[in-house]
């Protein structure tokens, strides 16, 4: 049931290898004590999982629980909390029996109420840009007895297995979270692999292994420090002076490339590198004077060179990308190189003038300083560049932290905006959905009809998800047809570590969320 391209990603990811190790038992053979320090410059925005479709779920995926999720090497959700499955030939009721004994970190006992109260208060408080939008196929959840979970949806939707995965869907205690509001005390209640000790918001988390958890995870340290960096490089420095452990999400180019090429002189970092199926794209507001016109969009999408961003700002560690489903997934296309071709200033004026727009066209961008690593200042400055030098646009640039730039592109106040997105799960299905209907991730409705009413039911009641590329590659054609999303470019994921450090390779999932449960201090050489 699982895809091509996370076959080749769970392939790829495991042929990855840091410098060998011996492991995590002492002379005596008993376990040692493991306490791990981690850095990272994408901090949560939300500790509540019914608020979360963003990076939030780097925390969440290790100190909640899901019914099913993708331990390393995966090829299909596995259990976690349930062993689940489609009871019919259409893919429209899913049943999970859970686990016995499961509780919750505050001694709440973790059943099919809890469950079912979990699931429901998503649609219920149905956050704007929140993980409501993922459960469009969910009609209702039925509990059979205490252990038995029934999801019956209202279209087949051979996706729903995927979802459940993900970390928006983890399981919280009915007495810790309210049933129509988002949870904002600071706190976490959960059966993941660690409980959540202490939480100081933009700075530090603080967890330790719960001694009650039942689940798929095999821990190798007891502790896990995170540090939220607010740029990369003193999180680099950190690093390098012993004072974390590893690091993942928002190093530059610059310093990876400086990682992998001078070793002797960075204390035997290593940098590990996985496949990666993150996106960076534009999005246009379709009320904005400028934005909103399609001849505007069509403009900035002959121009933009993807070639020279990623070779100036990305240096190797990123590729353009001309789809908003990348390479490496089932369904990827070239779908915008195929109508636009190479830059092009004298189609670009062309387009403006058959339209009667006066140039040059005035247009902000906007992006978050926070979220993507410190490479996003410099990406949008290429771009404001590239669209200026044809002397078809004046372009204004600001930016915000992720949390103030979310609450502005939800209310629908940036003309256009940089957004990135790490998959939910690896099918072509997860870089199209969430982008169109009413309740799109972007905070901008995207309404098309094709898309939403015909093309994804079609491929939804396809289980085996490498046949659905036709449906595909006519939903790229739309988006190239409307030009609302520009895609510019999809990255490579990398681990940095102290030589001290194992298990880099295996941290990162199949939906590349971090499982901090993966790393170990080596015990000898």
């Known amino acids: 049931m699982f895809y091509r391209a996370s076959l080749q990603a769970a392939a790829a990811l495991a042929s990855l290898s840091l410098v060998a190790g011996c492991g995590l038992l002492s002379d005596s053979g008993s376990e040692t004590s493991q306490q791990i320090s981690v850095g990272t410059t994408s901090s949560p925005s939300t500790l509540d999982p019914a608020a979360a479709w963003d990076g939030s779920w780097e ?169 939220y960096f607010k740029d990369s490089e003193p999180m680099v420095e950190a690093l390098k002076n012993d004072e974390i452990d590893a690091t993942y999400r928002g190093l530059t180019a610059e310093e990876v490339v400086v990682l992998e090429d001078n070793k002797k002189d960075n204390n035997g970092l290593q940098v590990v590198e996985t496949v990666g199926a993150d996106i960076r794209f534009l999005v246009f507001h379709p009320d904005d004077p400028a934005a909103g016109r399609l001849p505007v969009r069509k403009a900035v999408a002959q121009l933009v060179d993807r070639d ?20 490496g997934i089932a369904g990827h296309t070239t779908s915008f190189f195929d109508t636009f071709g190479d830059p092009d200033a004298d189609k670009a004026a062309r387009i403006l003038a058959e ?55 939800t209310k629908g106040e940036y003309p256009a905006f940089g957004r990135g997105w790490f998959p939910d799960f690896p099918d072509p299905d997860n870089f199209i959905a969430p982008f169109v209907g009413p309740d799109s991730v972007t905070g901008t409705p995207y309404l098309s009809k094709e898309i939403t009413e015909e093309l994804l039911p079609a491929s939804r009641k396809v289980s085996d998800r490498g046949a659905v ?24 994921l990398y681990v940095a570590a102290g030589e001290d450090i194992g298990g880099g390779e295996r941290a990162l999932d199949p939906q590349t969320v971090m499982q901090l449960w993966e790393l170990y201090r080596k015990q000898s050489w």
């Open 59 to 227: 925390l969440m995926r290790n100190v909640f629980q899901t019914l099913v999720s993708f331990p390393t090497g995966a090829t299909s959700p596995a259990p976690d909390a349930a062993e689940c499955e489609f009871t019919d030939n259409t893919s429209m009721a899913y049943r999970c029996e859970l686990r016995g004994g499961l509780k919750f970190s505050n001694g709440e006992k973790l059943d099919a109420e809890a469950v079912k109260y979990s699931i429901d208060r998503i649609l219920k408080i149905k956050v704007k840009g929140g993980p409501a939008g993922m459960l469009g196929s969910l009609d209702r959840v039925e509990t059979k007895d205490d252990n038995v979970v029934v999801f019956h949806l209202n279209k087949a939707d051979a996706t729903f297995p995927f979802i459940l995965a993900t970390p928006a869907m983890s399981l919280v205690a009915p007495g810790d979270y309210p049933a129509d509001k988002i949870r904002d005390d600071g706190k976490v209640t959960g059966s993941g692999p660690y409980v959540l000790e202490s939480y100081e918001a933009g700075n530090k988390a603080e967890l330790t292994k719960n001694p009650e958890y039942k689940g798929f995870a095999d821990r190798k340290n007891d502790a896990v420090t995170i540090r």
């Open 469 to 492: 590329s036709k449906e595909f590659k006519r939903a790229q054609e739309v988006l190239v047809e409307d030009v609302r999303l520009l895609p510019l470019w999809q990255g490579k």
């Open 308 to 327: 020279a961003l990623v070779a100036k700002v990305y240096q190797g560690t990123a590729e353009p990308l001309y789809s908003m489903v990348p390479k």
């Open 355 to 409: 339209a009667d727009i006066s140039t040059p066209v005035q247009m902000t961008l906007w992006y978050t300083t926070d979220r993507y690593g410190s490479s996003t200042g410099p990406e949008f400055e290429e771009l404001k560049r590239q669209l200026e030098a044809s002397g078809l646009f004046r372009i204004k640039l600001k930016s915000a932290p992720w949390t103030a730039f979310q609450e502005g592109f």
